[in-house]
């Protein structure tokens, strides 16, 4: 492939904060809408039981296929597992999906607290087999899905994700609006199921689309042309586009005669990912399932929790999780997991440790940031949000506040452990799933223990304390595979120090304004410091920043 895939994967994280951006802002006047509307347990049973099926049954069916599918997809790797096999590995995702939705859905409905308010049991009952068929129909869709991964599709995803999210949200709103308001846990899966369908259409209709023009493109065109920017975008460096129509897209029409229709590596590959990814989804989303299966919060309380943990995690969904999911195509890209740094391409090697470290400093210092002003704005961003009788309460704000510690750590495991994911051998990942098991162990002990002594707040407190072992782990493997090496990825670890007493000036600053002057004042302060503090970091990482301008110059232009 010739596609610049630093360039693809700085787009793709670029196009998908601007997603998550947008997403989160509708979702967030959603909620508001619920909140004042419908109410807070409706709120709890969708936020937290319904889309906790979803997210469970999604996770488990595609993290292992797709993180391994990825890391064979260059085209070294493609000479050993053929596109065919690759497409077939990618509908094996619908019948897993149906055996895991099968049990999650009996699983949601007999063993995790019972729905006890009448009105809204059968909602939830239905709901729940409405939402595991959406998830099977988003599947159907997951070989063009992983297609436009790999051949750098970056605009489509974000296109169709965007268009996911509007449908979702002005279906259910026209539901809830316009017939019954006492049946959004309902349309709710309704709505849910009507913008996978967008999903399976929009990448369908756009290589039917596609296709057809490329073929077109190719019969009109030398490869000696000078092309309009259009046309070097679209269909440049397609030379190894493999699919001939949309119905390639199908499992074993690709297929060659004594072909496997599996390839034993990757099948072999993707079960060291499989072993991990359980124990993944209970780390990631192990406070809901307590929350589901422990008596103690209401769905109103949880419905509280998951609102400030949604604003607790903003950073993570606008900036982090794109750059993780970004620089993990690339590190997959880029380095080879069964050979050695020091036996590889020593510029692809350099490039790739640079890269590792200035990711590391931008977002260490993102979480710094988050952390520093988390603790005086809390109160504000939730008073802005729910209003006065939404702060009354003393625990938004220290739910808050915690969650803007946990920051610091979220970002840091993202990008370390993304890394190791994207090159460890399977060797070393079935090793980690050990590790990775003992940690989930600790997770779950440590969140029955601490939510006793300190409420939902020990959520975050074991979480914290989960993700710094992480951490520890995924750093320790960094460090031993560039030591050979003059590279030292891990100084991106610590911060400068010309931002660090910036930022502890603009801490006593902005906790002064904030007992001792008026709300708008201490904003005010805030947003200054804030700029200050910006500004302050770019002197001190002026090459860091030259780099980021002239690539997202090149971004536009592309």
């Not at 196009?15 to 109410?39: K, Y």
Request: glycine share 4%; hydrophobic share 45%.
């Amino acid at each position: 492939m010739a596609r610049n895939i630093l360039k693809s994967s700085l787009l793709s994280a670029i196009l998908n904060m601007a997603f998550q951006i947008f997403c989160r802002i509708l979702t967030f006047a959603v909620n508001i809408f619920m909140i004042r509307t419908i109410g807070r347990d409706v709120l709890g049973i969708i936020n937290v039981r319904l889309l906790l099926l979803e997210s469970t049954v999604i996770f488990l069916s595609r993290e292992a296929i797709n993180r391994a599918a990825l890391s064979v997809s260059s085209t070294k790797q493609l000479q050993k597992c053929s596109w065919a096999q690759l497409i077939n590995q990618q509908w094996l995702t619908l019948p897993i999906c149906l055996c895991i939705s099968l049990v999650c859905v009996q699983l949601w409905l007999h063993v995790m607290l019972p729905v006890e308010d009448i009105a809204y049991r059968q909602q939830y009952h239905s709901a729940c087999y409405v939402v595991a068929l959406s998830c099977l129909l988003e599947f159907c869709a997951e070989a063009p899905c992983f297609v436009s991964q790999v051949f750098c599709f970056v605009k489509l995803k974000v296109v169709i994700s965007t268009l996911q999210i509007l449908v979702r949200s002005s279906v259910f709103l026209f539901l809830v609006l316009g017939l019954n308001e006492s049946k959004a846990i309902k349309y709710f899966a309704y709505a849910q199921l009507a913008s996978t369908a967008t999903i399976f259409v929009g990448y369908y209709g756009f290589y039917y689309y596609y296709i057809r023009c490329l073929k077109k493109f190719k019969q009109e065109h030398k490869s000696n042309e000078e092309l309009t920017k259009w046309d070097a975008n679209m269909y440049g460096n397609m030379d190894d586009f493999p699919f001939q129509s949309v119905l390639d897209f199908l499992p074993g029409v690709m297929l060659k005669k004594k072909e496997e229709i599996l390839n034993k590596e990757l099948v072999k590959f993707t079960m060291s990912f499989a072993k991990q990814t359980f124990v993944k989804q209970i780390l990631t989303e192990g406070e809901k399932y307590v929350m589901s299966l422990t008596p103690g919060l209401s769905f109103s309380e949880q419905a509280t929790y998951d609102i400030v943990n949604n604003l607790g995690s903003l950073a993570a969904r606008f900036i982090f999780r794109p750059i993780e999911d970004s620089s993990y195509f690339y590190f997959t890209q880029t380095i080879a997991r069964d050979v050695q740094l020091k036996d590889q391409d020593k510029k692809k090697i350099s490039e790739a440790a640079r890269l590792l470290e200035n990711l590391l400093l931008a977002i260490t210092s993102i979480g710094l940031l988050a952390t520093m002003f988390g603790q005086n704005y809390s109160h504000s961003v939730l008073y802005l949000y729910g209003g006065p009788n939404f702060v009354a309460d003393n625990l938004p704000e220290k739910l808050l506040r915690c969650h803007c510690i946990a920051i610091y750590f979220l970002a840091i495991n993202g990008i370390t452990e993304g890394y190791m994911f994207a090159t460890n051998t399977s060797k070393q990942i079935d090793k980690y799933n050990y590790i990775m098991g003992i940690f989930s162990i600790i997770f779950i002990v440590m969140s029955f223990v601490l939510t006793r002594i300190f409420g939902p707040v020990g959520f975050i407190i074991a979480n914290c304390v989960n993700m710094l072992c992480r951490i520890c782990s995924s750093c320790k493997y960094i460090w031993q595979q560039y030591r050979p090496l003059d590279y030292r990825p891990l100084k991106g670890l610590i911060p400068g120090k010309i931002f660090s007493i910036g930022l502890i000036i603009t801490y006593i600053v902005c906790y002064y304004t904030k007992n001792n002057t008026s709300f708008k004042l201490h904003l005010g302060t805030g947003v200054i410091s804030a700029i200050f503090v910006l500004l302050l970091w770019i002197f001190e990482n002026q090459n860091l920043a030259k780099q980021v301008w002239l690539y997202k110059r090149k971004v536009k232009t592309k």
